[in-house]
């Protein structure tokens, strides 16, 4: 089977099932800590993608980039190399005030608040994780002890215009736990094309707090940070493992 044009994988790249979806490419690395026999598999533009087990079960780590184009994008394409569950690994802002830096966002669906998902199916159309996958979740939370709030989070696809303060604020009100720009275009994309997702996001940036300084921190790896990271990878390595032992694939 030929190479995938972006993602450059083949079905003969890898035999899993299950990936790993981060945004920024430097966090596959981190990734790799986790996993036995990390094998770095290539990098094309921003998808950088590694391969690796953890408990004997093969995983698929590949880098989306930013929002919600090159997420569908490496969605499609890894779906033509037998991908089947993925789970984003990611970071947002939180939009309430209990939510700190290093807490982790379990999200059960998104305001499809961008445009992706709209180029696949009507706005109305829900983007929602996968059910079992986010109950495997919570429960490993519980097992592991990590602080970690299950909800539904935005998804948008700008970030400096003038009206995000505003915005920020209207889905706040609404409940909303956190603001990310790909957990949509993952579900939606994922949904109509019979694929199990879930979405996982390190909270980087508290409510009403420094957009620009916060990321920095996490950039130069606020210790927090990074230790919400080291929860979020850890848990969804544990669901990939106990579900696998279901035989749910
Ligand atoms: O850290 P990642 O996974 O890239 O996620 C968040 O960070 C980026 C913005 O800084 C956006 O991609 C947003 O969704
Ligand atoms: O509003 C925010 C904050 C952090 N990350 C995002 O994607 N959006």
């Given amino acids: 089977m ?12 890898t035999g899993a099932q299950y990936a790993l979806l981060p945004g920024d490419p430097q966090r ?9 026999n990390p094998e770095l598999l290539g990098q094309n533009r921003e998808f950088r993608s590694l391969r690796g ?8 780590v590949v880098s989306t980039g930013i929002g919600g184009p090159s997420t569908a ?51 109305s159309y829900p983007a929602c994780a996968d059910p079992q996958l986010t109950t495997l979740l919570i429960q490993q939370a519980k097992q592991l ?9 935005r998804s948008h696809d700008s970030f400096y215009t003038d009206h995000e303060a505003a915005l920020d604020a209207e889905w706040s009100a609404r409940g909303i736990l956190g603001a990310d720009m790909e957990s949509a275009a993952l579900m939606v994309v994922g949904s109509l094309r019979g ?6 996001l390190n909270v980087v940036v508290t ?23 080291a929860h979020q990878i850890s848990l969804a ?13």
Avoid: M
């Avoid at 002890?145 to 989070?153: E, M």
């Fill in 207 to 229: 409510h009403n707090g420094s957009l620009d300084s916060s990321i920095n921190d996490f950039v130069q790896q606020d210790a927090l940070c990074l230790q919400g990271e």
């Fill in 195 to 200: 694929l199990r997702t879930a979405s996982l």
């Fill in 145 to 153: 002890q990590i602080s970690a709030f299950c909800g539904l989070v």
């Fill in 73 to 123: 994008i490496a969605i499609e394409e890894l779906r033509q190399t037998g991908i089947k569950t993925l789970i984003r690994i990611g970071s947002c802002g939180a939009l309430q005030d209990f939510l700190v830096p290093g807490d982790v966002v379990i999200a059960q669906g998104a305001v499809a608040d961008e445009g992706t998902s709209k180029t696949y199916a009507p706005a």
């Fill in 28 to 36: 596959v690395d981190r990734i790799a800590q986790f996993l036995d």
């Fill in 53 to 60: 087990w953890y408990r004997g079960v093969e995983i698929l």
């Fill in 2 to 13: 030929s190479l995938q044009p972006h993602i450059r994988l083949s079905e003969s790249s």
């Fill in 237 to 249: 390595l544990h669901a990939i493992y106990s579900d696998s032992q279901q035989g749910e694939q």
